[in-house]
Nanobody, 127 residues
Framework: QVQLVESGGGLVQAGGSLRLSCAAS????????MGWFRQAPGKEREIVAG????????YYADSVKGRFTISRDNDKNTVYLQLNSLKPEDTAVYYC????????????????????WGQGTQVTVSS
């Protein structure tokens, strides 16, 4: 089992930036693809970005392409999400999640593939 702890959320004005971090601890064997998801009030949880263990394969939701950047540091067991040009519609609780995969380049994007979740960090963007 792996434990995931997000940090870096907060209140920011539209157009501003935040950097979210997700620190993993516990299980160290195998390969994990990592994803960032978000859930706004009254809406379903959706994937924002994903990254394979190798970092070669990356996925972004259309709504965040060109504004958000996902990265990871496997030596630090940490994955990051840089949020730039934030909009009020980006307001949500952001969650990181891990999916155990058979090889370093695999990147699933379906939520059901992610078995370990953090507790979430709130991002609020004011207009």
């Amino acid at each position: 089992q792996v434990q995931l702890v997000e940090s870096g959320g907060g209140l920011v004005q539209a157009g501003g930036s935040l950097r979210l971090s997700c620190a993993a601890s516990g299980r160290t064997s195998g390969y994990s693809a990592m994803g960032w998801f978000r859930q706004a009030p009254g809406k379903e949880r959706e994937i924002v970005a994903g990254i394979s263990w190798s970092g070669i394969n990356i996925y972004y939701a259309d709504s965040v392409k060109g504004r958000f950047t996902i990265s990871r540091d496997n030596d630090k067991n940490t994955v990051y999400l840089q949020l730039n040009s934030l909009k009020p519609e980006d307001t949500a609780v952001y969650y990181c999640a891990a999916a155990w995969v058979p090889n370093v380049n695999r990147l699933p994007v379906g939520m059901s593939n992610f078995g370990s979740w953090g507790q979430g960090t709130q991002v609020t963007v004011s207009s």
